[in-house]
């Protein structure tokens, strides 16, 4: 992140910290204190809770003609001399006792000045003045009135800030239907309506309404909307009734440290309860989603008194319950423990979960819980004698034990020790995974539709979606730009800040590019690419959809966003909240919070290489690469799973990996790495080649997907699949984790000599001409087969399919070489194939594919 030259030598000159109005700290616990440098300054906002809190701005006040600009890690508007700063969603959550600091608000002005009235929400930033802010006025309205069959709702932005997006949701009485939208659309399922604007009234500018391109539809029925919520707020602007408070609340057991609590479901106010909040005292012990919870860490024989309120989807809380007090237990009070558990055994497992279960153990005071063991640590703790151990990663080996625990914490030996795998991502059967090019659509005319007249999309089980960029200042992932690379591939700034939002969500598809042949409204929020993939996913339910970030020309700036713990964090925050909560920014009218959310069920890591300084020209690298990769890999797999928890699914976790053993070894702790993914996606092509530019190897051919090392070959190294495969499988990767790469596409030059090996291995010229002008050297399969009139060779001891017509010379897989690499496959137990990339082939390369994995 770029450390900011703010505010003028003339306003530090007021004081280095100048606290400036947050919000009372009796009132929400956050405070805002300014600090001016050369130029502008910043706000750092603090929280003094113990619990994170969610959501602030800080309004402020500047003199008569300056003006603030330039913000970074947020956005600022100025109306007059009235100052609104909102901050980026990576900082609008301020962690308990935390603050936003290295990402803090900044911003520079046109003069020295010092802000003044600084409010954060609503209070004065430094915690002084009143307890109580004043009420809120809603951001967002929407207005409903009638007028015969026709329907109009009116938004209204209250806020100093424009609004990005909107959407309204509301309820019909049964029989009751509406259609036929205008300046925007409907969308009716059973009694429930989405309603969603036009792109020309999609942002709504600050202090005005949607007016005169207010949204309307036809109502054909009696009755009028109910439950009406725009973005998720009743549309009347008033706050959701909080749910009830917690009834019940009791110990059901406890030790000399630890209250095991229980209580009664409370009742739900305007949304759903989300889970509940359990306090000590007046402290946040911990939180939970269900109705009971173990709170550790205390003292013996002290008396506790707890309260518990439960808190809705927007994180509204309830009155707090009845208190309970405990005391906890006197250690001197017993000092036997109980018996060891016996007969630890696994009753089930899935590719996430292991369950056991064991007999009882006995005590003189009876037992209060177990302590499942996964290795060393504790995995879980329960009353009973089942128990089932989740988070747990696809195809890896897992070894447990159980100790018993008595009121007085005494710990009993430990149980025998059962050892289990989990399964693979894929239950039965194998892996076939495709990648699709962002890029398709243009030149090769390849669209998401074209996976289905294939008959692909019926076979594949992944496709990852290609790539995503990230951003080189901010180090998140980028979305939301359509700038295309430079020319020169050795440029080595050729991807900085490039990305494609018009194929990605912006360009409309006509009916007969779109998978459901109706085209896409050219006013709907979610177009292009995505809504493809959006209806693909109606049409094969099964078929998981990850978003891929880097690529060769997309991996520079990995280093950075892998460097430290916060920058992990930051990035991968980002990642999530952009491709997988699909909070796209809006651009030509498309985009939104949500619009592309349900799309992908995980994220793709494709960094070309960690650790080694041959990939992309220009493209950032650390001998810290690989253990920063590891805790990268590793902060993915901690997030998604969060999230997940919040919407009951698991969200898959694949890379590309490379075939070298040079770059495995600078850059992939093959072990640790393998406890985050779910999928090594192993390199099994691009062992030869010559490029666009005539670099890499343009004066010998070589085969560049050859299944075993091929003894005519002159090369001082020997890339092959087998070779790959066999360095995941000796450093200890499940084969169950491990799919091999598969080219649909060929590599070729020109100018070979024969050789009297048909050009194999042999003196050529350069790049053979490509498909594409700026792609010398590389055609898709079906357009090589159908374009360069060649004589088609096997090597079968390499197991390496090649054609030669006298000048041109291509190295490819077909469905031999394809049908040879599936029974590889099958014999090693991987978990199947990877495909670079589904618009070489037009169905025949898939179709063995498939084939060969029955």
Same mark, same amino acid.
């Given at each position: 992140?770029?450390?900011?030259? /703010?505010?003028?030598?003339?306003?530090?000159?007021?004081?280095?910290?100048?606290?400036?109005?947050?919000?009372?700290?009796?009132?929400?616990?956050?405070?805002?204190?300014?600090?001016?440098?050369?130029?502008?300054?910043?706000?750092?906002?603090?929280?003094?809770?113990?619990?994170?809190?969610?959501?602030?701005?800080?309004?402020?006040?500047?003199?008569?003609?300056?003006?603030?600009?330039?913000?970074?890690?947020?956005?600022?508007?100025?109306?007059?001399?009235?100052?609104?700063?909102?901050?980026?969603?990576?900082?609008?959550?301020?962690?308990? =006792?935390?603050?936003?600091?290295?990402?803090?608000?900044?911003?520079?002005?046109?003069?020295?000045?010092?802000?003044?009235?600084?409010?954060?929400?609503?209070?004065?930033?430094?915690?002084?003045?009143?307890?109580?802010?004043?009420?809120?006025?809603?951001?967002?309205?929407?207005?409903? &009135?009638?007028?015969?069959?026709?329907?109009?709702? @009116?938004?209204?932005?209250?806020?100093?800030?424009?609004?990005?997006?909107?959407?309204?949701?509301?309820?019909?009485?049964?029989?009751?239907?509406?259609?036929?939208?205008?300046?925007?659309?409907?969308?009716?399922?059973?009694?429930?309506?989405?309603?969603?604007?036009?792109?020309?009234?999609?942002?709504?500018?600050?202090?005005?309404?949607?007016?005169?391109?207010?949204?309307?539809?036809?109502?054909?029925?009696?009755?009028?909307?109910?439950?009406?919520?725009?973005?998720?707020?009743?549309?009347?602007?008033?706050?959701?009734?909080?749910?009830?408070?917690?009834?019940?609340?009791?110990?059901?057991?406890?030790?000399?440290?630890?209250?095991?609590?229980?209580?009664?479901?409370?009742?739900?106010?305007?949304?759903?309860?989300?889970?509940?909040?359990?306090?000590?005292?007046?402290?946040?012990?911990?939180?939970?989603?269900?109705?009971?919870?173990?709170?550790?860490?205390?003292?013996?024989?002290?008396?506790?008194?707890?309260?518990?309120?439960?808190?809705?989807?927007?994180?509204?809380? #309830?009155?707090?319950?009845?208190?309970?007090?405990?005391?906890?237990?006197?250690?001197?009070?017993?000092?036997?423990?109980?018996?060891?558990?016996?007969?630890?055994?696994?009753?089930?497992?899935?590719?996430?979960?292991?369950?056991?279960?064991?007999?009882?153990?006995?005590?003189?005071?009876? @037992?209060?819980?177990?302590?499942?063991?996964?290795?060393?640590?504790?995995?879980?703790?329960?009353?009973?004698?089942?128990?089932?151990?989740?988070? /747990?990663?696809? #195809?890896?080996?897992?070894?447990?034990?159980?100790?018993?625990?008595?009121?007085?914490?005494?710990? &009993?030996?430990?149980?025998?020790?059962?050892?289990?795998?989990?399964?693979?991502?894929?239950?039965?059967?194998?892996?076939?995974?495709? $990648?699709?090019?962002?890029?398709?659509?243009?030149?090769?005319?390849?669209?998401?539709?074209?996976?289905?007249?294939?008959?692909?999309?019926?076979?594949?089980?992944?496709?990852?979606?290609?790539?995503?960029?990230?951003?080189?200042?901010?180090?998140?992932?980028?979305?939301?730009?359509?700038?295309?690379?430079?020319?020169?591939?050795?440029?080595?700034?050729?991807?900085?800040?490039?990305?494609?939002?018009?194929?990605?969500?912006?360009?409309?598809?006509?009916?007969?590019?779109?998978?459901?042949?109706?085209?896409?409204?050219?006013?709907?929020?979610?177009?292009?690419?995505?809504?493809?993939?959006?209806?693909?996913?109606?049409?094969?339910?099964?078929?998981?959809?990850?978003?891929?970030?880097?690529?060769?020309?997309?991996?520079?700036?990995?280093?950075?966003?892998?460097?430290?713990?916060?920058?992990?964090?930051?990035?991968?925050?980002?990642?999530?909240?952009?491709?997988?909560?699909?909070?796209?920014?809006?651009?030509?009218?498309?985009?939104?919070?949500? @619009?592309?959310?349900?799309?992908?069920?995980?994220?793709?890591?494709?960094?070309?290489?960690?650790?080694?300084?041959?990939?992309?020209?220009?493209?950032?690298?650390?001998?810290?690469?690989?253990?920063?990769?590891?805790?990268?890999?590793?902060?993915?797999?901690?997030?998604?799973?969060?999230?997940?928890?919040?919407?009951?699914?698991?969200?898959?976790?694949?890379?590309?990996?490379?075939?070298?053993?040079?770059?495995?070894?600078?850059?992939?702790?093959?072990?640790?790495?393998?406890?985050?993914?779910?999928?090594?996606?192993?390199?099994?092509?691009?062992? =030869?080649?010559?490029?666009?530019?005539?670099?890499?190897?343009?004066?010998?051919?070589?085969?560049?997907?050859? /299944?075993?090392?091929?003894?005519?070959?002159?090369?001082?190294?020997?890339?092959?699949?087998?070779?790959?495969?066999?360095?995941?499988?000796?450093?200890?990767?499940?084969?169950?984790?491990?799919?091999?790469?598969?080219?649909?596409?060929?590599?070729?030059?020109?100018?070979?000599?024969?050789?009297?090996?048909?050009?194999?291995?042999?003196?050529?010229?350069?790049?053979?001409?490509?498909?594409?002008?700026?792609?010398?050297?590389?055609?898709?399969?079906?357009?090589?087969? #159908?374009?360069?009139?060649?004589?088609?060779?096997?090597?079968?001891?390499?197991?390496?399919? $090649?054609?030669?017509?006298?000048?041109?010379?291509?190295?490819?897989?077909?469905?031999?070489?394809?049908?040879?690499?599936?029974?590889?496959?099958?014999?090693?137990?991987?978990?199947?194939?990877?495909?670079?990339?589904?618009?070489?082939?037009?169905?025949?390369?898939?179709?063995?594919?498939?084939?060969?994995?029955?």
């Amino acid at each position: 992140m770029r450390k900011l030259a /703010l505010l003028s030598a003339t306003l530090l000159t007021l004081g280095a910290a100048v606290a400036l109005a947050p919000q009372a700290a009796a009132t929400t616990g956050l405070t805002a204190t300014f600090t001016a440098s050369a130029g502008g300054g910043k706000y750092v906002v603090a929280n003094s809770t113990a619990a994170a809190i969610t959501g602030w701005s800080i309004a402020f006040d500047l003199p008569a003609g300056v003006t603030a600009s330039n913000p970074q890690n947020g956005t600022l508007t100025q109306t007059g001399t009235h100052v609104v700063a909102t901050p980026a969603y990576y900082i609008n959550t301020v962690a308990a =006792h935390g603050n936003t600091e290295p990402y803090s608000l900044a911003f520079s002005v046109s003069s020295a000045a010092a802000p003044a009235n600084c409010l954060l929400n609503g209070v004065n930033c430094d915690g002084s003045g009143g307890t109580t802010p004043p009420p809120p006025t809603a951001a967002v309205t929407a207005q409903y &009135s009638q007028s015969g069959g026709t329907g109009k709702y @009116v938004v209204s932005n209250n806020s100093d800030t424009d609004l990005a997006s909107w959407s309204i949701a509301f309820d019909l009485p049964s029989g009751t239907t509406v259609s036929n939208g205008q300046n925007g659309t409907v969308t009716q399922s059973g009694t429930h309506v989405v309603a969603t604007p036009a792109y020309y009234n999609t942002v709504v500018k600050a202090h005005s309404t949607t007016e005169p391109y207010s949204l309307t539809f036809t109502v054909s029925g009696s009755g009028s909307p109910q439950s009406c919520r725009v973005n998720d707020s009743k549309c009347d602007g008033t706050a959701d009734a909080p749910p009830g408070a917690p009834t019940n609340l009791h110990s059901t057991a406890k030790t000399t440290k630890t209250v095991l609590l229980a209580w009664n479901a409370a009742t739900a106010g305007d949304l759903p309860v989300a889970g509940y909040d359990v306090y000590n005292g007046s402290t946040l012990a911990t939180s939970v989603t269900g109705t009971s919870a173990s709170i550790t860490g205390l003292t013996p024989k002290t008396a506790y008194t707890f309260t518990v309120k439960a808190k809705d989807t927007h994180g509204t809380a #309830s009155a707090a319950s009845a208190p309970a007090t405990v005391t906890t237990n006197d250690p001197s009070a017993d000092t036997q423990p109980p018996t060891a558990p016996a007969n630890l055994a696994v009753t089930a497992k899935d590719s996430t979960s292991i369950s056991l279960s064991w007999s009882a153990s006995t005590d003189n005071t009876g @037992v209060v819980s177990y302590d499942v063991f996964n290795g060393s640590a504790v995995a879980t703790t329960v009353t009973g004698t089942t128990a089932k151990v989740t988070g /747990l990663s696809p #195809s890896t080996q897992y070894t447990f034990t159980v100790k018993a625990r008595d009121g007085y914490d005494n710990v &009993s030996a430990a149980s025998n020790a059962v050892t289990a795998s989990t399964t693979d991502v894929i239950g039965s059967g194998y892996a076939k995974v495709g $990648y699709f090019v962002q890029w398709g659509i243009y030149g090769r005319q390849y669209f998401v539709k074209n996976l289905v007249t294939t008959g692909a999309a019926a076979k594949l089980t992944h496709l990852l979606y290609a790539f995503e960029n990230i951003d080189p200042v901010n180090l998140t992932c980028l979305s939301g730009v359509t700038k295309g690379t430079t020319a020169d591939p050795e440029d080595p700034s050729q991807g900085d800040g490039a990305g494609d939002a018009d194929a990605d969500y912006g360009r409309p598809m006509s009916a007969a590019q779109a998978v459901n042949g109706v085209a896409d409204d050219g006013f709907a929020p979610l177009r292009g690419n995505l809504n493809q993939l959006k209806e693909l996913k109606a049409q094969f339910p099964n078929l998981k959809i990850l978003v891929s970030i880097g690529g060769w020309t997309y991996s520079k700036y990995f280093s950075d966003v892998a460097k430290t713990d916060a920058s992990r964090k930051k990035f991968v925050a980002s990642c999530i909240d952009t491709w997988i909560k699909g909070n796209l920014p809006v651009t030509e009218g498309a985009g939104g919070q949500g @619009v592309g959310a349900g799309i992908f069920d995980g994220v793709d890591i494709d960094w070309e290489w960690p650790g080694d300084a041959n990939g992309h020209p220009g493209n950032h690298t650390s001998a810290a690469d690989k253990a920063n990769l590891t805790a990268l890999l590793a902060e993915f797999r901690t997030e998604l799973d969060a999230y997940g928890a919040t919407t009951g699914k698991r969200y898959q976790l694949t890379a590309f990996t490379p075939a070298d053993p040079t770059k495995v070894s600078e850059g992939w702790d093959l072990p640790n790495t393998a406890k985050s993914l779910d999928i090594f996606n192993v390199q099994g092509y691009d062992f =030869h080649g010559s490029g666009s530019d005539n670099s890499w190897e343009p004066h010998q051919t070589g085969d560049q997907a050859n /299944l075993y090392p091929a003894t005519n070959d002159p090369y001082s190294f020997h890339f092959s699949v087998d070779g790959a495969v066999q360095t995941y499988l000796q450093a200890g990767v499940n084969p169950r984790k491990m799919t091999v790469g598969i080219p649909f596409y060929g590599r070729g030059w020109q100018g070979v000599t024969d050789g009297g090996a048909h050009g194999e291995w042999q003196a050529a010229n350069g790049a053979a001409p490509g498909q594409f002008a700026e792609e010398a050297g590389t055609r898709g399969y079906s357009n090589l087969i #159908s374009s360069v009139p060649m004589t088609v060779y096997h090597n079968t001891q390499a197991v390496a399919t $090649y054609g030669y017509d006298g000048n041109q010379w291509w190295t490819f897989d077909d469905t031999w070489s394809i049908g040879q690499k599936m029974a590889y496959i099958k014999s090693k137990g991987l978990l199947g194939a990877m495909i670079w990339e589904m618009s070489g082939d037009t169905g025949t390369l898939m179709t063995a594919v498939d084939s060969g994995l029955k």
